[in-house]
């Protein structure tokens, strides 16, 4: 099979790249994407937006953006094939303006550039593209453009698979190397603190005071003595937990002066494991630990803080077999395109992570991604043209 048209994939890119779309806000990249796959071919009446918004608790501009395709030839009656991945960017992103250096797309400002995930939406339309004027055989497709993944992976947890019609499996583009086959990754807790103590002066009467700084002091350092901060390993499973954020319930810094005992600190952290019960066992350990500081810092009466622990479920983990068809058409395309299939799992959360929960089997490739979340982020062409290929693969089977 001739080679994708990489000029006009690599514009598409670039279009993308200079769109801003941070998550929670990409009305904007997906109305420049709904436009590209309009001038790719695809008829206006088979793009739309889903409602996932509206259940998202975060305000986000718009739903996830679903586009569909007929099957063509032989296939044309075959169960549709669903290719995804993320409209959003971090917040870093912001201003980003990409500019071409050989092999290479980089930034030319003080920004995350966003090849995290601009690159899987160029791939998608891109792979339109090629089907479309090259009047290729293909199954049904259809295309899943989600919002708020950098965010909570909000847009594949809210989405209605009854949305997608019949699909048989997915592919995910969403990373650095076009080899790598993801079939699993990490489940996780995301979880919140409210530390409430006593504010006093912290002069003339700090023994008055409950301390919510002390509370939160005394929790992380038995969550550390416990073995349960960081990277954690216990009777041969594996696992971490961060504490990521620690301040007011504003998101500013908690404390309102050094003279003041104080009174309320609000923390937000995580547990990760490809064992969910292990995830459970860390976010258990950490609510334990902040409650047994409550207790131990009192004020003068003997009176002890408080603390409220709310956990959450952020995404399930999930390994899908080797012998599953969606590994075995993901294998042999990689072969097609002249690389060695990396079957591997993930330590991060993927939008995979809920549609395998939503009961679509789904295997994540990269295209070109490098040094996301940084302002040293770069796209490295060659690989985003073999995520290009890789796509025509799956989608042909050839």
């Known amino acids: 099979m001739p080679a994708v048209d990489t000029a006009a994939a690599t514009d598409r890119l670039m279009k993308f790249l200079a769109v801003p779309g941070i998550t929670g806000e990409e009305a904007k990249i997906a109305k420049e994407i709904t436009a590209a796959l309009k001038a790719a071919g695809v008829p206006a009446k088979n793009v739309r937006h889903d409602d ?155 023994e008055r005071g409950i301390s919510s700084t002390m509370i939160l002091a005394l929790a992380l350092a038995e969550v550390r003595a416990g073995g349960w901060w960081g990277k954690v390993v216990k009777d041969g ?23 003041v005992v104080t009174d309320f600190v609000h923390v937000k952290g995580e547990s990760r494991s490809h064992d969910m019960k292990f995830v459970k066992e860390i976010t258990a350990a950490y609510k334990a630990a902040f409650t047994n500081a409550a207790n131990a810092v009192v004020d003068h009466e003997g009176k002890p803080g408080k603390v409220k622990f709310t956990p959450r479920r952020d995404y399930h983990p999930f390994r899908i077999k080797d012998s599953a068809p969606v590994v075995k058409r993901a294998e042999a395309a990689v072969k097609a395109i002249g690389r060695t299939p990396n ?32 302002v040293k982020e770069w796209v490295d062409l060659p690989e985003f043209h073999a995520g290009c290929e890789l796509a025509l693969a799956l989608a042909t089977g050839t």
């Open 237 to 259: 499973r594996e696992g971490t937990s961060n504490v990521g954020v620690v301040g007011d319930a504003n998101g500013k810094s908690a404390g309102d002066a050094t003279n």
């Open 52 to 206: 996932a918004n509206a259940r998202i608790p975060l305000p986000t501009q718009t739903g996830n953006l679903i586009a569909t395709l007929p099957g063509v030839g032989p296939q044309k009656d075959a169960e549709p094939i669903l290719f995804m991945t993320h409209m959003d960017t971090v917040p870093l992103c912001a201003g980003a303006k990409p500019k071409l250096a050989g092999n290479r797309i980089v930034n030319e400002a003080t920004t995350a550039l966003g090849g995290d995930n601009r690159s899987g939406c160029a791939v998608l339309v891109t792979l339109a593209a090629e089907l479309i004027s090259r009047k290729l055989p293909h199954p049904p497709i259809v295309f899943l453009f989600t919002v708020r993944e950098e965010s909570g992976l909000f847009g594949a947890r809210h989405l209605n698979p009854a949305d997608l019609g019949p699909v048989s499996m997915a592919f995910n583009f969403d990373g650095r190397s076009a080899g790598d086959v993801i079939v699993g990754a990490v489940g996780a807790d995301r979880w919140e603190v409210d530390i409430l103590g006593k504010a006093s002066h912290a002069g003339v009467a700090p």
């Open 343 to 374: 079957v591997r799992v993930a330590n991060g959360g993927l939008d995979a992570n809920w549609m395998v929960k939503h009961g679509i089997p789904t295997v994540t490739f990269g295209a070109g991604q490098n040094d996301i979340h940084t």
